[in-house]
């Protein structure tokens, strides 16, 4: 279901109802670019998410009539100018956006995406594409962190229970499954974004039948080889020999309480001495890559895991720091670079391109240059052109291949910014282009 055009900050309709009095809601065009100023603590890179959302946004955008009618009762609009409302009724967004391709590894001050369009337009837009740029790169990021600390296991992503509405839990999912997650327990994601379903059982199926056999025979008889029996609603060794004891084969068990190392050991052993060398244990509850890391370190034999509340949440760094800051603007004659100068809350004029530099089949550093700048010798550009007079120039890779995209981009980083024990620095530098602009920009 398409985003409502309401779904934005009253300031950007009053600024809209402003551009329209000085006649400036077509014949000004704006650029608009949408980056993230510092790295939250524990990220060394993000990971770029949530663009297929924003451009389907982008192509949808339109007021219903009742939206239109509900505005013009509202008092904060109630001097908007003769017109205007008649504006928001035939309104769509006709503008030309260029975006990195979702999974890219991205850092502070780089445009994950740039909105070029009527200013009228590209103001209405900045509150949505925030708000689904910025959550799924928090997502993405944190779950990037998970998989690499998995170190080759699969992680399932089971967190819509702790999610934040269910809009959040369905992107969440995609996002998580983005960075590199297996697959997904929420249905509807599994089947609006095509991520492998997985699942296990609840604590209340082992305990709403007579026994713990009687609940694990049941449940295998119906599931078989898609069965995966939860070890800890009372006792985990006593259910594990219990299944040795009744001679069933489940392919795969959970433990989600206690000592998991510990515990896996035991497991492990009283499996494998009764030759079930092939039922494999996963193990969930309250993990994260820190959590994950000390288990695999420590050798436990846990062939994967299941993670919920944080990443769905990125519990470490909940609320990424995204804005979209004006940084052109056209009139009549040459476009005017444009800049931010107050203390902390600075931004770079003018539109830009992001040059990756590679060395040795390695990411070495990033260059921010003007978009019309010559490239980077060594280097490939991030941003591409996805979006043009309101209308996407191609369609978008599907998930499952940008899934491999993004794992390849990140096994391209530098191995200090892949490590989830430390934060790490990437170079990141403006290009003399823009070092001029900013000078420029400055008056100086």
């Known amino acids: 279901m398409p985003a409502s055009a309401l779904a934005t900050d009253l300031y950007q309709l009053t600024m809209m109802a402003g551009y329209f009095a000085a006649g400036r809601h077509h014949t000004t065009r704006a650029t608009f670019e949408l980056f993230v100023r510092r790295l939250p603590p524990g990220r060394s890179f993000l990971v770029a998410a949530g663009i297929e959302q924003a451009l389907s946004l982008l192509e949808l955008l339109h007021f219903e009539e009742p939206e239109v009618a509900w505005l013009a009762r509202q008092p904060a609009l109630a001097r908007a100018p003769a017109g205007f409302f008649d504006y928001l009724r035939g309104f769509w967004f006709s503008g030309e956006v260029w975006a990195v391709r979702e999974g890219t590894p991205v850092f502070a001050n780089e445009p994950i995406l740039r909105v070029?369009?009527?200013?009228?337009?590209?103001?209405?837009?900045?509150?949505?594409?925030?708000?689904?740029?910025?959550?799924?790169?928090?997502?993405?990021s944190k779950a990037a962190r998970v998989v690499i600390a998995a170190d080759g296991r699969p992680v399932m992503e089971f967190g819509a229970r702790r999610a934040h509405g269910l809009d959040a839990a369905r992107c969440a999912a995609r996002a998580a499954f983005l960075a590199g997650c297996a697959g997904t327990s929420l249905v509807e994601a599994a089947q609006r974004s095509s991520i492998p379903l997985a699942g296990t059982m609840a604590h209340s199926w082992?305990?709403?039948?007579?026994?713990?056999?009687?609940?694990?025979?049941?449940?295998?008889?119906?599931?078989?080889?898609?069965?995966?029996?939860?070890?800890?609603?009372?006792?985990?060794?006593?259910?594990?020999?219990?299944?040795?004891?009744?001679?069933?084969?489940?392919?795969?068990?959970r433990l989600d309480s206690g000592d998991l190392g510990g515990l896996s050991r035991e497991v492990r052993a009283i499996f494998d001495e009764a030759g079930l060398t092939g039922t494999r244990?996963?193990?969930?509850g309250d993990l994260d890559e820190h959590a994950i890391a000390r288990l695999i370190a420590s050798g436990a034999p846990i062939d994967g895991f299941g993670v919920g509340t944080s990443v769905v949440t990125s519990i470490d760094a909940p609320a990424l720091g995204g804005v979209y800051k004006l940084v052109e603007v056209v009139d009549d004659g040459p476009g005017r670079l444009v800049m931010k100068t107050s203390a902390g809350k600075g931004t770079w004029p003018g539109r830009k391109q992001i040059w990756r530099v590679m060395e040795n089949a390695r990411a070495a550093r990033d260059i921010i240059a003007l978009h019309d700048e010559p490239q980077t010798a060594g280097s490939r550009p991030l941003l591409e052109r996805v979006m043009v007079d309101g209308t996407r120039t191609s369609a978008l890779l599907p998930l499952a291949h940008a899934r491999v995209w993004c794992a390849e981009r990140i096994a391209e980083l530098p191995p200090d910014l892949r490590r989830i024990d430390r934060d790490a620095s990437y170079d990141v530098q403006p290009s003399r282009g823009l070092t001029e602009a900013i000078r420029m920009a400055q008056g100086s």
């Open 116 to 140: 070029t369009a009527p200013i009228a337009e590209a103001q209405l837009v900045e509150t949505a594409l925030l708000a689904t740029i910025n959550f799924q790169t928090s997502v993405a």
């Open 206 to 253: 082992v305990m709403s039948a007579v026994d713990e056999v009687t609940a694990f025979r049941e449940y295998d008889a119906i599931f078989a080889e898609h069965a995966v029996l939860l070890l800890d609603t009372y006792d985990t060794i006593a259910a594990a020999r219990a299944i040795v004891d009744h001679h069933m084969q489940p392919s795969a068990v």
């Open 281 to 284: 244990i996963f193990a969930s």
